[in-house]
């Protein structure tokens, strides 16, 4: 169990979203970087799908009541466990009673704490995910606030391995890593401004060519006025050929929608399940981690690909994290060497 003794900016349960109810008015949700949200779970054995503590921008202060196996994925906030850093993109035994600290974002804008077993709270139509703006969801349907405390779930037998393999030592340490972790080319690059590959929206043509030309040449600055609903953007407004009336459709996570005044706007997890203006293009799917991690005041741009590029692009994704998953399979084998590093000596 953990214990929120001070809580960040916006922390929230999320896991990949509750699907299959969008034609009931009941959106996605979930995490805004599902390639962190994944990979955080898989390190600690759990299904990729399960619940994980989201944060943003600057994390909590959070108490370990029990013992636990976890991993911290995405942006880097500065984890400390008593003071003392805490590496990221690998499994980690931390102890009951450790206090682990997150900071400000030094890299990125969100980290996700997977524990072992999941984190222990009520699904709602299939998803613990927290949709703050109907209070549905994860703890109570709202942000985690000091005083809250969270229980997990059953270890599975790859959890229960990992933790045996990290607890041989007994150093004094509030926590134990092992010497392994994700190589740094199964996750995207967190160097801005970010080039964001997208593809041609269904009204792309109805732009004029100015401005087709400048969505993929100039760069967008993400404003303050963004959340996990859509990402504004700030930079030369985007027209159409003439103003037309167009039938709401379905939107996608990674949509890039133009309202009258010519701004882009990204949706994101928490998008609404039909949309009015225009989509001038569709992010693919593997740079959503890189538009997830990017802060207010940067900047990013636009490069153009083929749908059949960006399906080649997810397969070649799929195919790391299986082969991540399968590397931990294989530690986890007798024989398999299973290395560990003590506090921190990273």
């Known amino acids: 169990m953990i214990r929120i003794l001070k809580p960040?900016?916006?922390?929230?349960?999320?896991?990949?979203?509750?699907?299959?109810?969008?034609?009931?008015?009941?959106?996605?949700?979930?995490?805004?970087?599902?390639?962190?949200?994944?990979?955080?779970?898989?390190?600690?054995?759990?299904?990729?799908?399960?619940?994980?503590?989201?944060?943003?921008?600057?994390?909590?202060?959070?108490?370990?009541?029990?013992?636990?196996?976890?991993?911290?994925?995405?942006?880097?906030?500065?984890?400390?466990?008593?003071?003392?850093?805490?590496?990221?993109?690998?499994?980690?035994?931390?102890?009951?009673?450790?206090?682990?600290?997150?900071?400000?974002?030094?890299?990125?804008?969100?980290?996700?704490?997977?524990?072992?077993?999941?984190?222990?709270?009520?699904?709602?139509?299939?998803?613990?995910?927290?949709?703050?703006?109907?209070?549905?969801?994860?703890?109570?349907?709202?942000?985690?606030?000091?005083?809250?405390?969270?229980?997990?779930?059953p270890l599975s037998n790859v959890s229960e391995k990992l933790i045996n393999a990290l607890t041989?030592?007994?150093?004094?340490?509030?926590?134990?890593?092992?010497s392994w972790c994700v190589a740094r080319d199964i996750y995207p690059s967190m160097k801005r401004p970010a080039a964001i590959r997208a593809i041609k929206g269904p009204q792309f043509h109805w732009f004029d060519a100015k401005s087709q030309i400048d969505f993929y040449q100039k760069e967008y600055e993400?404003?303050?006025?963004?959340?996990?609903?859509g990402y504004r953007l700030e930079g030369r407004p985007l027209n159409l050929k003439q103003q037309r009336d167009m039938i709401s459709d379905a939107i996608n996570f990674g949509s890039i929608q133009v309202p009258p005044d010519g701004r882009p706007i990204i949706l994101m997890a928490d998008r609404q399940t039909v949309g009015g203006y225009p989509k001038i293009?569709?992010?693919?799917s593997v740079d959503l981690s890189v538009v997830a991690q990017t802060k207010p005041g940067e900047r990013i741009s636009f490069t153009e690909i083929s749908p059949q590029e960006a399906q080649v692009l997810y397969i070649e994704r799929e195919k790391l994290i299986e082969q991540v998953k399968r590397g931990i399979f294989f530690k986890n084998k007798p024989g398999g060497k299973m290395n560990v590093q003590s506090g921190p000596q990273l």
């Not at 293009?281 to 693919?284: F, K, L, W």
């Open 168 to 178: 041989g030592r007994n150093d004094g340490r509030p926590f134990t890593a092992s």
């Open 8 to 153: 960040g900016l916006l922390d929230t349960i999320q896991d990949l979203g509750r699907t299959g109810f969008q034609k009931y008015g009941v959106i996605v949700s979930g995490a805004m970087d599902p390639l962190a949200c994944r990979l955080a779970n898989v390190l600690v054995g759990n299904p990729e799908s399960e619940a994980t503590l989201e944060m943003t921008l600057s994390g909590p202060v959070i108490q370990f009541e029990t013992d636990a196996l976890i991993s911290i994925c995405g942006g880097d906030l500065n984890p400390l466990a008593n003071g003392e850093p805490v590496p990221m993109w690998r499994p980690v035994f931390i102890k009951k009673g450790a206090k682990l600290a997150f900071g400000y974002a030094k890299q990125g804008c969100r980290a996700y704490l997977a524990v072992a077993g999941g984190l222990d709270v009520q699904a709602v139509m299939g998803s613990k995910s927290t949709y703050l703006r109907a209070g549905l969801g994860g703890y109570l349907g709202r942000a985690l606030q000091a005083g809250d405390k969270i229980p997990f779930g």
């Open 222 to 229: 993400v404003t303050a006025q963004s959340d996990r609903m």
């Open 281 to 284: 293009g569709q992010i693919a």
